[in-house]
């Protein structure tokens, strides 16, 4: 695994940097949000959402990548994340995203996605990526069509992510290359 110092990687319309301690008030409102995290656990209490947030900011000292920061660059604010995730006992090196609903259907998750697949490929060398999602979301299947993944399976995720069933959205290295771009 290699281990990569403060990348910031730019999209036409979005900056990804890693966390920093400034972007805990809009993580907070976005993990509080119910219709957001209806799919990914549920709405979160400020203490709950801190320790997630904290996990995605350490795993960058301990793993050399994590979920980045998405800013949007046309405001400077903070819309969401999206990045390389991979959890202890997770199922493959996942690339996820989550965005403010306020910043929904614009592309948002497409765009940032993009950029870091092409990174986790480039940068941080993986061979495939996997983006874990409940079945009933929509939407994140939809995002995951766009990037060019394929459904592979049904499976329940670890502790404490555990709910009845998510699938398994892959894609290889050679699968993302001949994927064309939207």
Do not use: C
């Amino acid at each position: 695994m290699r281990s990569v110092a403060d990348p910031i990687l730019e999209t036409p319309r979005l900056l990804l940097r890693p966390t920093r301690a400034e972007d805990f008030e809009p993580w907070a409102v976005m993990m509080a949000d119910e219709e957001v995290t209806r799919h990914i656990g549920g709405a979160q209490s400020r203490p709950i959402a801190w320790r997630g947030f904290v996990a995605v900011a350490g795993a960058w000292m301990i793993q050399g990548f994590s979920m980045f920061s998405v800013i949007e660059k046309s405001t400077g604010l903070w819309v969401g994340r999206v990045g390389p995730w991979v959890p202890e006992g997770w199922p493959g090196n996942e690339v996820g995203w989550a965005i403010l609903r306020s910043h929904w259907g614009r592309g948002y998750a497409v765009e940032a996605a993009t950029a870091a697949i092409d990174w986790a490929f480039d940068t941080l060398g993986w061979k495939d990526v996997l983006h874990t999602i409940n079945p009933q979301n929509l939407a994140s299947k939809a995002v995951a069509r766009r990037l060019g993944g394929h459904m592979s399976g049904l499976a329940p995720l670890p502790e404490p992510m555990a709910q009845p069933m998510a699938e398994f959205w892959r894609q290889t290295r050679d699968e993302w290359r001949s994927h064309p771009r939207s």
